[in-house]
């Protein structure tokens, strides 16, 4: 059994997309973000960024003592070699799975979201700070399209792979970010293709029971948006 640390943000999604695929047996721990829960005692010890997602895997590989994980794209990778799924067993297809999972986490889910925060959450419209995130969140869609163009049927290849499980998320909120699938068709395939898997249905149909009312007000803007080296502390 593995407890999910988890709320229904992207970063989350990729998890559960993962879970339901490989058919693992989880629980779902709600993190609520908006009201400070990453901040409690028992969360932080999984997880000391105070981000979600994190999870506690009960029978490791090993047979040892419980595993606990943070950071989405660590939980991938572990959850990937766990199962022996989702990821290819060969040199050159692991390396290239590799790359385009580290691509999502240090190109395109930080990019996407400072186009979040500053098209729909920062309380001044700073037209710079909007004008930068989404053009390039734009750009990696452009770079993500292009990988797509040679009729692959996913990011890596022929097989679903964790590579799209991390990048799938962050396109679900295209309209959000100010991007058009239409401008990138072999994207929009790719997006349509992974949206109609069942394993995705059930994952996004898990998050509208947890979170009902995914709206960032006054109070959970300063939980989300003010922290400092003293939140740590």
């Known amino acids: 059994m593995i407890d999910l640390h988890y709320w ?27 009201k400070g829960d990453q901040f409690q005692p028992d969360f932080l010890k999984l997880s000391p960024n ?12 090993d047979g040892g003592a419980a595993i606990s994980l943070f950071e989405s ?6 959850l990937a070699d766990k199962t022996g799924r989702f990821i290819p067993q060969d040199l050159r297809g692991r390396a290239l799975t590799l790359q385009w999972l580290f691509w999502q986490m ?3 889910g930080p990019m996407a ?8 959450y920062a309380p001044e419209k700073l037209p710079y700070a909007i004008d930068r995130y989404v053009r390039e969140t734009g750009r990696l869609y452009g770079v993500l399209n292009k990988q797509l163009s040679d009729g692959r049927d996913y990011i890596c290849g022929a097989d679903y792979s964790v590579a799209d499980m991390a990048c799938y998320p962050w396109i679900v909120p295209h309209e959000r970010q100010q991007q058009k699938l239409a401008d ?7 997006f349509a293709r992974i949206a109609a898997r069942p ?4 994952a996004y149909a898990l998050a509208d029971t947890i979170n009902t009312a995914p709206t960032v007000d006054a109070a959970s803007s300063k939980l ?9 502390r």
Do not use: C, M, S
Not at 113 to 120: E, I, L, S, Y
Not at 199 to 202: E, F, G, H, I
Not at 224 to 232: M, R
């Open 8 to 34: 229904t943000t992207p970063n989350g999604h990729k998890i559960t997309l993962f879970l339901e695929e490989a058919g693992l047996p989880y629980r779902i721990v709600p993190v609520n973000i908006g």
């Open 50 to 61: 105070n981000r979600i997602p994190a999870i506690l895997d009960h029978e490791p590989a």
């Open 73 to 78: 794209g660590a939980i991938l990778l572990y």
């Open 106 to 108: 240090g190109g395109l």
């Open 113 to 120: 979201g400072q186009n979040h925060h500053f098209t729909q």
């Open 184 to 190: 990138f068709p072999h994207l929009a395939n790719w």
């Open 199 to 202: 394993a995705t249905q059930r």
């Open 224 to 232: 989300l948006f003010g922290q400092d080296a003293t939140t740590v």
